[in-house]
C-alpha cells in the first residue's frame, strides 16, 4: 500500500509564498516509475487540476489559473513531490491534494491517479 502525506499549508497573506511537500511511503512506491499531480478543492467546487509532472521530472504542466506562479518540482531520493505557490491570491484558497500514478506519461485527469494524500488546506487571506 502507498501512502501519501502532505504537509506546508497554512494562512498567507496575498502575495506571499508557501511551499507544500507530499512525501510517499509503502513497500510497493518506486518514484522513478511515478508522476505525480497537484488538485485542490475550494468549498462547493468540484476538484481542479492545479499541476502535474512526469516520471522523469522532464515535463511538467500546470493549470491555466497558477501558470507562472506556481512550480512543480520532485525529489526522487526523497519520495518527495514539492509544490512551490508564489504570488498567492484569496481564489487560491482551497484543500490542497497530492497524488501518484503509476506510468510514465503526464496525468492531468483527477480520475487517472492511483493514490491520493489526504489533502492541507492553503488560506490566502487579501
Known amino acids: 500500500q502507498v501512502q501519501l502525506v502532505e504537509s506546508g499549508g497554512g494562512l498567507v497573506q496575498a502575495g506571499g509564498s508557501l511551499r507544500l511537500s507530499c512525501a510517499a511511503s509503502?513497500?510497493?512506491?518506486?518514484?522513478?516509475?511515478?508522476?505525480w499531480g497537484w488538485f485542490r478543492q475550494a468549498p462547493g467546487k468540484e476538484r481542479e487540476f492545479v499541476a502535474a509532472?512526469?516520471?522523469?521530472?522532464?515535463?511538467?504542466y500546470y493549470g491555466d489559473s497558477v501558470k507562472g506562479r506556481f512550480t512543480i518540482s520532485r525529489d526522487d531520493a526523497k519520495n518527495t513531490v514539492y509544490l512551490q505557490m508564489n504570488n498567492l491570491k484569496p481564489e487560491d484558497t482551497a484543500v490542497y491534494y497530492c497524488?501518484?500514478?503509476?506510468?510514465?506519461?503526464?496525468?492531468?485527469?483527477?480520475?487517472?491517479?492511483?493514490?491520493w494524500g489526504q489533502g492541507t488546506q492553503v488560506t490566502v487571506s487579501s
Open positions: 497524488a501518484a500514478v503509476r506510468g510514465r506519461g503526464l496525468r492531468l485527469g483527477a480520475h487517472e491517479y492511483d493514490y
Open positions: 509503502g513497500r510497493t512506491f518506486s518514484s522513478n516509475a511515478m508522476g
Open positions: 509532472i512526469n516520471w522523469s521530472g522532464g515535463s511538467t
